[in-house]
Every structure is written in C-alpha cells, then in structure tokens.
Nanobody
Framework: QVQLVESGGGLVEAGGSLRLSCTAS????????MGWFRQAPGKEREFVAR????????EYSDSVKGRFTISRENVKNTVYLQMNSLKHEDTALYYC???????????WGQGTQVTVSS
C-alpha cells in the first residue's frame, strides 16, 4: 500500500550540504504530515522536521532550525530535506515518515545514512 523510499544520504564534510529525498506512493497524501526523523547510535530517535502535504506548514527541531529546510514537490510526490552547515552531530540514520492527521497512523521509510566527517 503506502511506500516511502528515501535517497540522497552519504558522506559529507563538516560545513557541507546534502539533500535528502523521500518519494511517497500508494495513495493521496493530502491529509498527511510528512516528516523527517533521525537516530544516531546509542541515542533515541528524534524529530527533525515536518511539513503538511496541503498548506505547506513547517516545523523544525531547535537543533536544526536555521540550517535545514523541508519542502515538497507535489508533481513528483516527493519530500525533501535540504541540510546545510552540517555538523558531526548530524550524523545519523534519517527516516522519512508519513503521518495521517485524522487517525495518527504513521508510515516509515527504511532510512538513509548521513555521515558528516571532519
């Protein structure tokens, strides 16, 4: 049914930039909030950013605000996470999520690894 596929992860130097993509398929996501979460080794999974598919309202965690930008491209059913001024602390497995606003149901991608080197 619902499928979320992340791409764009990789190795980047500190201070550099990376753009993650999440392609969504299986249904209309007009009533969904799309988001990004991340999990570093030994740490809890944490919220990064989210955007409503309709309307485009966005939210960010304090740790990434001002550096990361979430957006969506409706024609391609794709959500992006533009990451600038990357730090070592940003190293984590990044997951795309789809949240059904009416019912609270969550769908998850398999994750894409982001590694920030010195």
């Amino acid at each position: 049914q619902v499928q979320l596929v992340e791409s764009g992860g990789g190795l980047v130097e500190a201070g550099g930039s990376l753009r993650l993509s999440c392609t969504a398929s299986g249904r209309s996501f007009s009533a969904y909030a799309m988001g990004w979460f991340r999990q570093a080794p030994g740490k809890e999974r944490e919220f990064v950013a989210r955007i409503r598919w309709s309307g485009g309202n966005v939210e960010y965690s304090d740790s990434v605000k001002g550096r990361f930008t979430i957006s969506r491209e409706n024609v391609k059913n794709t959500v992006y996470l533009q990451m600038n001024s990357l730090k070592h602390e940003d190293t984590a497995l990044y997951y795309c999520s789809a949240h059904a606003l009416a019912y609270g149901t969550h769908y998850w991608g398999q994750g894409t690894q982001v590694t920030v080197s010195s």
